[in-house]
């Protein structure tokens, strides 16, 4: 049985691996293989979350939560942001002066939107939604994974 019982529990665990990979990728010597590898997981870390949070949470905070839809525009919004940041850094070469600072606005952004969902719509999430139905939105997510091959 796995320790995150609901899907929150999920994506809160994803925030922390998230967290210590973009902490490991801005420690990393720049320029360095090191740091590009770092990056290039983290990429493949977040495409997969955004993707699984905008299928498996938002759909069910916008129709269940006080303000959902505000919340979920501002996560998607957010998301895209990301998501250009990943793309330009992916088109870079490490040593690339650009590459350090694609690398802290990537981090400022993603650890702006963590701690706004964690600090606001996963509280809103949690009171609006039964724990059955967290529990079972955690449950149809984890299935995925396995089935995808994703390692808890």
Known sequence: MSRRPDILGEF???????????DRAET???????????????????????????????PAVQHDVPEG?????????????????????????PADPAFDTLLRGLADTLRRHLTGEEKL????ARKALPAAARAAL???LRKEREELGDPE
């Open 28 to 58: 990393a010597p720049a320029g360095s293989a090191e740091r590009a590898e770092l990056v290039a997981r983290l990429t493949d870390l977040l495409f997969t979350h955004c993707a699984a949070e905008e299928e498996h949470l938002f």
């Open 138 to 140: 955690g449950e149809r």
């Open 69 to 93: 839809g505000a919340m979920v525009f501002r996560s998607i919004h957010d998301h895209l942001a990301i998501g250009q940041y990943l793309s330009d850094l992916q088109g870079l070469d």
């Open 12 to 22: 809160t665990a994803d925030h922390k691996a998230v967290t210590e990979l973009l």
């Open 121 to 124: 719509l996963f509280p809103a």
